[in-house]
């Protein structure tokens, strides 16, 4: 299998709060992204809530934006267009998954 090395998978992980649907399914909400390598922008991107229709709210909020450019865009965002019990979770796995970014690209130079 050919593998297209022009984008890499990251996964960012942050605690659920009490009371969520999908605190019975995952301990954890995770904020996976397909990223392009040279210019950081996220191509594609998912949430593990309890809904696919949340998933992909996510996915289209964060999808053409840049880690390279920090993730404030992001967290505004997700403030102000997600309404729900997560924010928080999903504000912390974007900075996790950040994190993770910088730590990989940071380590290529």
């Not at 593998?3 to 649907?21: S, V, Y």
């Not at 040279?38 to 999808?63: C, M, N, P, Q």
Request: charged share 25%; proline share 1%; no cysteine.
């Amino acid at each position: 299998m050919e593998f297209n090395a022009k984008t890499m998978f990251i996964a960012g992980h942050a605690r659920l709060p009490q009371g969520m649907a999908a605190k019975s399914v995952y301990e954890t909400l995770t904020i996976t992204a397909e990223i392009d390598v040279k210019y950081g922008v996220i191509l594609k991107a998912s949430a593990t809530l309890a809904t696919e229709h949340g998933s992909d709210f996510i996915g289209r909020l964060l999808r053409g934006t840049s880690l390279k450019d920090g993730i404030d865009e992001q967290i505004e965002a997700i403030q102000t267009y997600y309404k729900g019990k997560a924010t928080n979770a999903l504000i912390a796995a974007m900075k996790d998954l950040h994190l993770h970014f910088k730590q990989i690209t940071e380590g290529e130079k």
